[in-house]
Each structure stands twice: as structure tokens, then as C-alpha cells.
């Protein structure tokens, strides 16, 4: 079954103490993505990767870091979690296909972060 | 930076009515435009996307969108609501990126569609 999948799904935690939500899918897709959804403020981007090793900011990227060492995994990782990372965090993937084509954009379950 | 404007964050409508949500962008450059429909503690799915292709842009579930230039409009529509049809919805838009639709997403707030019997 083609999926994006994350972990953990819920998760709280510490002030300070480093975390790090996986992501993975199985469509072989070159594009994937962070969001973070918070009431009242709709999705925001955090990171996006077009394909291995190429990875680049969004409208949030600060306190948070990404990497893409692998097609399927985009690893979001918290080095120093503050109560405002507080959210819902979304992954997606996509194919990178030619501007005009048909990509679908699938997203994971969401991981829902607490910070105290 | 672009932007995307989705008017009222709640629309209620009766079922067999219909649905119009209402999106506006800003962009310095023709713009991909996207719908997506969030169904309760799930992700996103798209709806429909606007590619520079037909204006008029047909998606899952009986939906419709028009791009509008001189507006800087993408409402979304459909015919007739249906119970199923409530969750949430945003409009999103990107711009071309390395050859591709997708790059940075600016998602609207969203609108919250509550459908009554």
C-alpha cells in the first residue's frame, strides 16, 4: 500500500531535550516536505527536499533541521525544543514531475508534539 | 513572498446547496494553485490543482475550481453539498521551482465547511 508514514504519532516532551520525528514513504517519490499546523494559521513549510541531498528552507525553518540521505526518509529533527514548536507536523511526498504535470502531493497521519 | 487569502474561516451550508469557498492569492509570477481537504485528525488530500492548463479546473468528489487572473481568484465550488462533504479546506499556492509545481507551499488559513441535514 502506498503510504507516508510517520513516528512517533503523539509525542510530548521537554524543554531542551533534542527529538527527532521520522518520516517515510514507499512510492519512491523525489519530493518531500514538513508542515506544521496550528489553529487559526492554516499549514506552514518548514523544509522541502527536491531529491537526495538537496533540501531547502520554507516559511519556518528556525529551530528546526532536516536531512535527505535517503529518497524515502526525511528525518525533522528538534535539536532544542521550545513550548511555541508546540503543533501538528505533517510529511509529504511527491513525484517531481515537470511543471504542468499531474504530482499528488500524499501526506502522513501527522505527529502531534507537546513541549513543556 | 506570496500569499493566500481564504475568506471566513467557517461556512455553513444546508445539504443540496452550494458550496462556495472563497480563495485569493498574490504572486509576482503565474502561480500553481491547489485545493486541499482535511478530513478530521487526518492529513491532507488534494483536491484539485490550477497548472496554467484549462482554467476551469474539475477534481475529486464533484468539486470545481476557476483560476481568475484579474481577480487573483481560485474559488472552489461544487453543485450540491453532501454530508460527506464537511471537513476542512485550503487553498494553497507554489511557484515554479527547479522545473516543478511544487517548492515552497503558502497554504491559506483555511475554511472550516460544516454541512447541515
Known amino acids: 500500500e502506498a503510504q507516508v508514514t510517520q513516528n512517533p504519532r503523539y509525542l510530548i516532551t521537554v524543554t531542551g531535550k533534542k527529538l527527532t520525528v521520522t518520516c517515510s514513504q514507499n512510492?519512491?517519490?523525489?519530493?518531500m516536505s514538513w508542515y506544521r499546523q496550528d489553529p487559526g494559521l492554516g499549514l506552514r513549510q518548514i523544509y522541502y527536499?527536491?531529491?537526495?541531498?538537496?533540501?531547502d528552507k520554507g516559511d519556518v525553518p528556525e529551530g528546526y533541521k532536516v536531512s535527505r540521505k535517503e529518497k524515502r526518509n526525511f528525518p525533522l529533527i528538534l535539536e532544542s525544543p521550545s513550548p511555541n514548536q508546540t503543533s501538528l507536523y505533517f510529511c509529504a511526498s511527491s513525484l517531481n514531475s515537470p511543471s504542468g504535470s499531474q504530482e499528488t502531493q500524499y501526506f502522513g497521519p501527522g505527529t502531534r508534539l507537546l513541549v513543556l | 513572498a506570496q500569499s493566500v487569502t481564504q475568506l471566513g474561516s467557517h461556512v455553513s451550508v444546508s445539504e443540496g446547496a452550494l458550496v462556495l469557498l472563497r480563495c485569493n492569492y498574490s504572486s509576482s509570477v503565474p502561480p500553481y494553485l491547489f485545493w486541499y481537504v482535511q478530513y478530521p485528525n487526518q492529513g491532507l488530500q488534494l483536491l484539485l490543482k490550477y497548472t496554467s492548463a484549462a482554467t476551469l479546473v474539475k477534481g475529486i468528489n464533484g468539486f470545481e475550481a476557476e483560476f481568475k487572473k484579474s481577480e487573483t481568484s481560485f474559488h472552489l465550488t461544487k453543485p450540491s453539498a453532501h454530508m460527506s462533504d464537511a471537513a476542512e479546506y485550503f487553498c494553497a499556492v507554489s511557484e515554479n521551482h527547479r522545473g516543478s509545481t511544487l517548492g515552497r507551499l503558502y497554504f491559506g488559513r483555511g475554511t472550516q465547511l460544516t454541512v447541515w441535514p
Open positions: 527536499s527536491m531529491n537526495v541531498e538537496v533540501t
Open positions: 512510492m519512491n517519490h523525489e519530493y
